[in-house]
């Protein structure tokens, strides 16, 4: 290339890097896998190094990153937070290597460190005692999150002086990685998932978005975690070695990786980045690389600096786990609750040695907020040992032959119309015979809290699907010894324990609840199975009960009104509960002297917006509280009933637009009249 030629490619790679800049740090939602982000930015610089004259002080070389958020305030970082120069093969590691000895005279020995993928900080100490905490926003100017950093366990708020270790120096600016471990994530993932929320990303994507919050308390629920790996500025401490710096941190009461190594020779640095490459997917955070530092502070400060990084220290990075591939169709997968989940078909396509061909897209309330097209280029990764995650689309990529994605009506399993639920998310196939669901009902309907048959776990149930035996959950009770003793690891001692338990399931009669329980009808738990079988206290009158029956029960909302007049209106689960009464299954009915005994508002959310008038708020959650349910100040997915009085505030758009249960004073009214005519309780009215 030459002087003409590099000058527009100059433009163009300032261009794409500033906008992915821009998605990166101001937005937290980039576009481009990191790898190829790094792959811009040393094309920019290797033509800025060979024509200089082109280099301009506002290139995405001559700066470390982009503007901070504005809601939060921000501080400017007394000493630079440099960012590091990203390698990613053996070969270029050596050269590094062979750079440090030419310039310093001789092989140097390395601090080496996990590199942590999460969000870098800086938390400042006066005389031992936390002060403030900032990310590192551009390099120079960060965003004050000192709040949110107070929340964090690992952060101690004042400094301690562990036996040997140097002075705590009257200023200290300690430098680290804040993220959260990857089980957290998940949990939160989960959590998220349930109440019908966006998920994150990714572990650095969901600690980004904790610390960034205005209110801390949010924070303070997520576990974030902070390992320390640097300083900025210190007053009162001086260090001749890299080494003594994370010594003294630790020392000090700050956590500092016990995996961080001083490697000696090329080969030991070698060996540390293969060694933690292997363990990547067992430790409980995400890392990306390793980061080599020159311990020799002297020679540090001799090789320098380039505008954006240290030229003492490298990021070895593993190989990237996020990679673009097209979408080639989206299938449909039943899984054992009757979930019905949308999955990616991708062209296949390496991520981190590992070939991606699928990845679940969890919900459609998911595919149509990500706005996933058939069609469209996606930005998958492949996060530890979670499975591949579609992050986003390329909308930039699309040719306009995209084909947007709509969810089957019926089951593509077993053909039985699928339950569709205002306010939830995942669409259902409600069939008790669906082969996709056979196994996962099995285990269910022999678990503790269902018919509890001992020895027929996970393991056996998917046996006696795989192996065809039980098709359909009757033919559990047409099993012989002879049958049995033909499986795999099954003896005839087991097979007649099996046998033994199943005819005492039938023997014992399970109780109502216990048997509406074991059918795994959806969203049906514990809770509503009492509520049910207290309420009818017969199968049959259950059987008989209509859709509008169903919701009269407190506790009962329309929701799970539908799911169980749907589920047991369905002529092939009714033939299945027909079928389990032959086989001499007969539950017990409830006593009539013991209907009444369940708390039922037990578990039930009630948020009260706007006035009353013929009660005050205390009065009214007074009556709620007695019967079991509870109030709670906003609403929420989780939210069961919204009493909406004169003046309602935003409160009663916020329960439309999720699907909650509205009530007036006078259904309200009704609700508490017919609890209380049967439970007998003096109510404010
Ligand atoms: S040291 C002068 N050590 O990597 C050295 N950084 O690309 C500057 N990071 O913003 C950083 N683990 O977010 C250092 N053990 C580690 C690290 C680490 C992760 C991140 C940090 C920084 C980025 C630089």
């Not at 995405?60 to 440099?82: I, K, N, W």
């Not at 199943?502 to 009808?521: G, T, V, Y």
């Not at 578990?603 to 109030?631: D, H, M, N, P």
């Not at 509205?662 to 609890?675: H, V």
């Amino acid at each position: 290339m030459n002087h003409t030629s590099a000058a527009p490619r100059i433009a163009d790679l300032r261009e794409q890097l500033r906008h992915h800049n821009y998605r990166y740090y101001v937005l937290d939602d980039p576009v481009i896998a990191d790898q190829e982000y790094d792959r811009l930015l040393q094309e920019l610089g290797q033509l800025e190094a060979q024509y200089p004259d082109l280099v301009t002080p506002d290139s995405p070389t001559q700066r470390v990153g982009a503007r901070p958020r504005e809601e939060l305030g921000s501080v400017r970082h007394s000493v630079p937070m440099l960012s590091l120069e990203s390698l990613y093969s053996e070969e270029e590691f050596r050269r590094f290597l062979e750079r440090v000895e030419r310039e310093t005279g001789a092989e140097q020995e390395l601090v080496a460190e996990p590199k942590y993928d999460g969000v870098a900080v800086e938390i400042v100490y006066h005389e031992g005692v936390l002060v403030s905490g900032s990310t590192r926003g551009n390099g120079y100017v960060g965003e004050e999150v000192t709040d949110n950093l107070r929340t964090i366990r690992t952060i101690p708020l004042r400094l301690l002086r562990a036996e040997g270790a140097p002075p705590i120096p009257p200023v200290l600016e300690a430098r680290g990685e804040v993220l959260l471990p990857r089980e957290s994530f998940q949990q939160l993932n989960r959590a998220r998932q349930e109440a019908g929320e966006s998920l994150f990303a990714n572990p650095r994507n969901a600690a980004a978005g904790s610390l960034r919050q205005l209110d801390s308390s949010i924070t303070a629920a997520r576990p974030l975690e902070m390992y320390c790996y640097g300083v900025g500025q210190v007053e009162g401490a001086d260090f001749d070695q890299e080494w003594e710096i994370v010594q003294a941190l630790r020392g000090w009461g700050l956590r500092v990786d016990r995996r961080v190594e001083l490697c000696r020779s090329f080969d030991q640095a070698l060996e540390f980045h293969q060694r933690l490459e292997r363990e990547r997917d067992a430790l409980p955070y995400e890392i990306d690389g390793v980061v080599f530092k020159v311990n020799d502070r002297a020679l540090q400060t001799q090789m320098g600096e380039r505008s954006r990084s240290p030229r003492w220290a490298v990021a070895y990075k593993f190989p990237a786990r996020q990679a673009t591939t097209k979408l080639n169709d989206i299938s449909i997968s039943v899984g054992r609750t009757g979930v019905l989940t949308p999955v990616a078909l991708l062209e296949p396509v390496q991520i981190g040695g590992v070939t991606v061909s699928r990845a679940s897209l969890h919900n459609i309330e998911e595919v149509e907020r990500k706005d996933v097209r058939i069609g469209d280029t996606l930005l998958v990764e492949r996060a530890g040992d979670v499975i591949p995650y579609v992050v986003k689309p390329i909308v930039e990529d699309r040719a306009g032959t995209e084909r947007v994605f709509h969810m089957s009506d019926h089951c593509p399993v077993c053909g039985t119309p699928v339950l569709i639920t205002p306010g939830d998310p995942f669409v259902r196939c409600p069939s008790l015979d669906c082969p996709a669901q056979i196994e996962g009902r099995l285990s269910h309907f022999a678990g503790r809290s269902a018919l509890d048959i001992e020895g027929l776990g996970e393991k056996l149930a998917r046996q006696l699907v795989e192996t065809g035996l039980v098709k359909r959950l009757p033919e559990l009770y047409d099993l012989t010894e002879e049958k049995l003793v033909a499986l795999e690891r099954m003896g005839q001692k087991s097979a007649q324990n099996l046998l033994q338990e199943l005819a005492k399931s039938k023997r014992k009669r399970p109780p109502l609840a216990r048997f509406i329980h074991a059918l795994s009808i959806p969203q049906i738990g514990e809770h509503v199975a009492n509520l049910l079988a207290n309420h009818f206290g017969t199968l049959a009158a259950l059987l008989a009960a209509t859709e509008e029956d169903l919701p009269a029960i407190p506790g009962i909302g329309p929701e799970i009104a539908r799911s169980v007049h749907q589920f047991l209106t369905e002529p092939r689960n009714q033939e299945i509960i027909a079928d389990l009464l032959a086989h001499g299954i007969e539950p017990q009915p409830v006593p009539r002297a013991l209907r009444q005994d369940a708390r039922p508002l037990e578990g039930k959310a009630f948020v009260f917006t706007g006035a009353l008038t013929g009660f005050t708020r205390e009065q009214a959650a007074e009556a709620v509280e007695a019967l079991g349910g509870r109030i709670t100040d906003s609403v929420s997915k989780k939210t069961d009933y919204v009493v909406v009085g004169t003046d309602p505030g935003s409160k009663r758009g916020k329960a439309e637009k999720l699907g909650v249960t509205l009530l007036d004073e006078d259904q309200f009214k009704r609700l508490l009249q017919q609890t209380q005519a049967s439970y007998d309780l003096r109510l404010p009215m």
